[in-house]
């Protein structure tokens, strides 16, 4: 399963943010989709998560109200949106697939290569 993350770059303060990531060579229907993100320096971070029919999505609490996760599985395509980006949203953004329980945590078996989302003040 290969995951494709687009849509980063320079964006400004204030504005709308759509990051989408197509998932090739599993069937994207029956895969629970998540967002991460990861700050220099840091270890990164869940965002969010979406099941597999997109009827239940789960974002951080801190997030919520601002991000929003998608996705259409006619395209194998999963979205996050972010409204009123902050420079503090500046980081690299993954999303992952298929999450397991290993050793008590939830970890993610897929992984794409991430985008860089750079906010500017």
């Known amino acids: 399963v290969q995951l494709q993350a687009c849509g980063g770059g320079l964006v400004q303060t204030g504005a709308y943010l759509r990051l989408s990531c197509e998932v090739s060579?599993?069937?994207?229907?029956?895969?629970?989709m998540g967002w991460f993100r990861q700050f220099p320096g840091t270890e990164r971070e869940f965002v969010g998560s979406?099941?597999?029919?997109?009827?239940?999505?789960f974002v951080e609490e801190d997030l919520k109200g601002r991000v929003a996760i998608s996705r259409d599985n006619a395209k194998d395509t999963v979205y996050l949106q972010m409204n009123r980006v902050k420079p503090e949203d500046t980081a690299v953004y993954y999303c992952?697939?298929?999450?397991?329980?290993?050793?008590?945590?939830?970890?993610?078996?897929?992984w794409g290569q991430g985008t860089l989302v750079t906010v500017s003040s």
């Open positions: 979406i099941s597999q029919t997109g009827s239940r999505t």
């Open positions: 992952a697939a298929d999450p397991r329980i290993v050793a008590g945590k939830t970890t993610y078996t897929y």
């Open positions: 060579g599993g069937t994207f229907s029956t895969l629970i």
